[in-house]
């Protein structure tokens, strides 16, 4: 692996700037490094997001690139991202790719009863996404604690033959994101920068947790609007079962986590955080009480926005890096808000009790 190895960490790493609180956890006699996130508003509990970051990533680059504290506001969740140990001379995750004795599964949860006991966390709202080889990890982490963890967002990442071999502990809620042009971490299960097959193909996948989640029938299949020149085009594939499974599909897709829906179709972490609050058949832990109402249209908008919401309360307009650009105060029922002052782009739209929107202003 040591030249192409090289090169995917050349991919992978950027110059390390600026300061992330690291905070740190005992694991296996060491001592295991994360950040948390705590969003500036949320309900009496939070629910909780983990981010694993991919091979030789670190989680000070991460939190740089990915503004992970204006996510945890956007959404109003608890965002813990855990740094991987160093094997070979790389970080990463024991996905079950090699033989290792590092049991990041048993960390992960552990540090989840840690948080717990410290914050006021929605246990019945565990969510893990990952990246690459955070990817794996995350599918391993739904495949043995699915009976704790609500759903799980893997993107880029697939499973291994080890973990293939588990039958999972319970049936749990799965989107799988993958690039069809993905080079690293290949569609068909290969990939042209390690040589060989890393794990079961994007097919292989779905048929898994389609027996695992009891799902039957023909998937929905909807096709994003193309409303960028970006290359992409994305196609989602939901299956109802005893839990939700999907898979976005992006067809031209690098190994890359695409974030910026001013250059994108979508935004990664808008779909995932849609995907697992939107219940259509499977539980996601966010009933009506955690997750009040609130609708508008038209979507998008040209300026005026009409709102409706069960109470009164303040709604607070966000960017996509979740700086607050305006506050409204509304009364219960339907409400118009003009929005023609903005910027044409993407914002959200979050009242007091941590409901959120998201809504498109266009100039046409």
């Not at 090699?98 to 929605?122: C, E, K, R, T, Y």
């Not at 963890?149 to 293939?164: E, R, Y």
């Not at 096709?223 to 594939?237: A, E, M, Q, W």
């Not at 499977?282 to 069960?310: C, F, H, M, R, Y």
Request: aromatic share 10%.
């Amino acid at each position: 692996m040591g030249k192409k190895y090289g090169i995917i960490l050349s991919l992978l790493l950027l110059t390390t700037a600026g300061f992330a609180q690291i905070q740190h956890f005992e694991w296996q006699n060491g001592q295991r490094e994360y950040l948390v996130k705590i969003p500036a508003q949320h309900n009496e509990t939070m629910p909780v997001l983990y981010f694993l970051h991919g091979l030789g990533d670190n989680i000070t680059r991460l939190d740089n690139e990915f503004h992970f504290q204006q996510v945890a506001d956007a959404f109003g969740w608890m965002l813990v991202v855990p740094q991987a140990l160093s094997q070979g001379g790389a970080t990463m995750w024991n996905a079950a790719m090699m033989n290792s004795n590092i049991d990041d599964s048993g960390f992960l949860m552990a540090l989840l009863d840690s948080l717990a006991a410290q914050h006021p966390v929605d246990l019945d709202s565990v969510f893990f996404t990952g990246f690459s080889m955070g990817g794996f990890m995350t599918h391993r982490m739904a495949i043995e604690h699915g009976d704790r963890i609500t759903a799980c967002a893997p993107v880029s990442g697939l499973i291994t033959h080890a973990m293939a071999s588990h039958t999972p502990v319970a049936p749990v809620k799965m989107l799988h994101i993958h690039g069809t042009a993905d080079p690293v971490v290949g569609w068909d299960g290969n990939s042209q920068y390690f040589g060989g097959n890393l794990g079961l193909n994007v097919d292989a996948i779905i048929n898994y947790w389609k027996n695992a989640n009891h799902c039957t029938g023909e998937p929905v299949i909807d096709t994003l609007p193309d409303l960028h020149n970006d290359g992409l085009r994305f196609v989602r594939y939901t299956y109802e079962g005893d839990a939700e499974l999907r898979l976005l599909k992006v067809i031209g897709g690098n190994h890359n986590w695409y974030l910026n829906e001013n250059q994108y179709d979508i935004s990664y972490f808008n779909e995932i955080h849609k995907f697992f609050t939107t219940n259509s058949g499977g539980t996601t832990g966010l009933g009506e009480a955690k997750q009040p109402s609130l609708q508008l249209w038209p979507n998008p908008t040209t300026g005026q926005v009409n709102i409706e919401v069960e109470a009164d309360t303040e709604i607070t307009v966000l960017d996509l890096l979740g700086r607050t650009l305006a506050r409204h105060q509304v009364r219960k029922g339907t409400n118009t808000l003009d929005l023609s002052g903005l910027p044409e782009g993407v914002y959200f739209l979050k009242t007091s009790e941590g409901a959120v929107r998201k809504t498109m202003v266009s100039d046409q």
